[in-house]
C-alpha cells in the first residue's frame, strides 16, 4: 500500500510540476508580447511627435496644399486614438499613405528638399519607420508563439484557468497600397529610356492616270492595205 501511495503521490508531484511550467510558459510568452508591443507604441509616438513638425516645414514651401496637409493631420489624429494592435495598424497604414503624398508634394520644390530641417524630419522619420518595422516583426513572432499555445492541448487547459487568451498580430498596410500613384501628363514627353514612337507609315505611290487623247483629234482609222 505505502509502494502505490508512493507512486500516486510522484504522479501527482510530476502533474503539478508539469502544469506549473506550462503556467510558467505561458506569462513569459504573454510577458515578451507585451514588452515587444510597448516597443512599438514607443516608436509610433516619436513617429507622431515628427509630423507635425514635418507638416510646418513644408507648408514653408507649398502653402496652397491645403487639402495634403490636411488629410496627413487628419490621419495622424485617427493614429494616435486608435485602440489595439489591429486598429492601431489600420490607422498607421492609412498615415504612411498621407505621409507619402505629403513626401511627393516635397518633390516639386527643390529649395524644400534641400532645407537642413526637412532632411533632418526625413531621416528621423525613415529611421523612427525602420525601428517601427523590427518592433513589429518581434512583436508578430511572440504573438505567433503565444497563440499556438494557447490554442494547443494542453497548455489551452492551463490558459482557460489563469485567463491568458491570444493577442492580435499588429499587421501594416501593404506597402504598395503607401505608393503614390503614377500621374500621365497630355502633352509630356515620353520618360527616358522609353522607345522612340514608330514613324508613320508612308502613303502607298500611285500610279498616274492614261493619257487622255488631245482634245480635237481625230481617232485612229483601220490599217491601209
Do not use: C, W
Request: glycine share 6%.
Amino acid at each position: 500500500m505505502s509502494i502505490a501511495l508512493i507512486v500516486i503521490g510522484v504522479l501527482v508531484l510530476l502533474i503539478i510540476l508539469y502544469v506549473v511550467a506550462i503556467y510558467n510558459g505561458l506569462i513569459k510568452l504573454r510577458n515578451r508580447a507585451e514588452e515587444a508591443f510597448s516597443d512599438i507604441d514607443t516608436q509610433l509616438k516619436r513617429r507622431h511627435d515628427l509630423i507635425p513638425n514635418l507638416v510646418e516645414t513644408v507648408k514653408g514651401y507649398a502653402t496652397h496644399e491645403r487639402q495634403t496637409f490636411d488629410s496627413v493631420t487628419q490621419a495622424r489624429t485617427n493614429a494616435v486614438n486608435a485602440q489595439g494592435p489591429q486598429a492601431q495598424a489600420a490607422a498607421e497604414g492609412i498615415l504612411g499613405q498621407a505621409l507619402g503624398r505629403l513626401f511627393a508634394v516635397a518633390e516639386a520644390y527643390p529649395d524644400l528638399k534641400a532645407n537642413e530641417n526637412f532632411l533632418q524630419l526625413q531621416n528621423e522619420l525613415t529611421d523612427t519607420e525602420d525601428k517601427i518595422q523590427a518592433s513589429r516583426r518581434f512583436y508578430n513572432m511572440n504573438v505567433r508563439d503565444l497563440n499556438i499555445k494557447v490554442q494547443s492541448v494542453p497548455s489551452n487547459i492551463v490558459a482557460n484557468m489563469a485567463n491568458i487568451t491570444e493577442r492580435e498580430f499588429f499587421e501594416l498596410e501593404d506597402p504598395g497600397d503607401r505608393e503614390v500613384p503614377d500621374v500621365s501628363f497630355a502633352g509630356t514627353s515620353p520618360p527616358p529610356g522609353s522607345p522612340p514612337a514608330a514613324a508613320p507609315a508612308a502613303p502607298a505611290p500611285t500610279s498616274p492616270p492614261p493619257s487622255a487623247p488631245p482634245t480635237g483629234s481625230d481617232p485612229p482609222g483601220p490599217p491601209t492595205v
